[in-house]
Structure formats: C-alpha cells, structure tokens
C-alpha cells in the first residue's frame, strides 16, 4: 500500500446517501434529538499516528450523540483510560467531546461512520464504507499498526488493504503481518456487554495494547 504524504483524507459528507438505512436512521435521530451531531462521526487524533484504532460503528447515545468516536457510552471507558495510561493520550477523558483530550500518536476511527439501528451496520452498509476507511489507511503517512476492535473491523480493515477477509481469521491478541508491513492487531471490542461479561477484562485489553507499544518502540 502506497501511502500519502499529506494528511488531508476524505471523509463522507455529513448527508452521506450511500446507505439509505443509516441515512434514514440519521434523520429519525435529528428529529428527535435536534443537539445531537447525528452525522457521519469523522476520525480523532492526528494524521500523522503510527496507530490507528479501529471501532465497529457509532453508538447511539455515544458517537453519535458527542461527534467523536468512543465518546459518550460505555465503550470509551476502557479504551481511553488505557490510552491515558499507556501515554497515549492526554488530558482528561470526561465523555464529551470538547474535554480537552488529545490523541499522542494515535488516531481512532470506526468502519462504519454513521451510528446503525440496533447498533449493527449490515454487511453492503460496511462495505458501502470501506473506501473512508481505506482512505484512512492510505492517508497516514506513518502508519505502523492497525488496531481492530472486534471481528467487525478485523474484515474491513483487511478488505481496505485489498486482503480476502478469509485469509487471516480474527483471534483476540494475535499480531498479524500484513503483506504491505502494517501489523495488524486484534481485540474483542471494548463495549459493554464485552467488559460486562468478562469477555474482556482490562488487563486483557491492557496486554494487547502493551505489545503494540512494544512493537511502536521497535519502529
């Protein structure tokens, strides 16, 4: 993958139509809750990352009600207090949008951009999208390791890199190659029902996020 020495990467309009469920989604949600963002939740954190985060899609009352992802709802919890601890991050993450947070080498974005009813995109509504997301891969020029939140994103963010999704199963932990030297690291999604459970402990996430460190400071 030839990756672009500019920052400057498109993203979908805020009346994106090439989802006609989400769009009409979208519009229900502006009706209802007029101060909300209720429009494709653009990435966080600077172009210039060596990691790039990657989520399922918004959630209802988080994303898409803050404007940022991970932002608002449980899922945020773990993720950006890790980030916190790990130094990469700063500030104070307070679940709102304009808490002063700021991404350190780190870029967060979802392979679904607007948030889906039931908080589950279909499979054309993903790939309808893969080209922002395989915008986002070519658009950071320093790009070292891809972070994939779930099966859900483990596929797109392979189709993005023009991989048949079959050819490298997602396993929480696991470190994968990618022909075109990205590593590509897999966790189960931080939401909810994952932590709840216990599917996901913190210290779990935690370890998968050490060895990316890990992996950075080789680079």
Known sequence: ???AETSAIAAPARDCPL?????AFRQANRAANPDWFNAPVPSF???????????????????NRTGRPFTGDHAGLLLYHTLLNLGLAEGCYQAASDDGLVLKDTRIVNAVRCVPPANLPEPAEVAACNPFLAGELHGMPNLRVVLALGVLAHAAVLKACGIPPARIRFRHG????LPDGLLLADSYHVSRYNTSTKRLTEEMFQAVMLDIVGRLQVY
């Open 1 to 3: 993958m030839i990756r």
């Open 174 to 177: 696991a470190l994968h190659e």
């Open 45 to 63: 954190g600077p172009a210039e990352a060596r990691l790039l985060v990657v989520g399922m899609a918004p959630g209802l009352r988080g994303a």
């Open 19 to 23: 989802c006609p469920r989400l769009a």
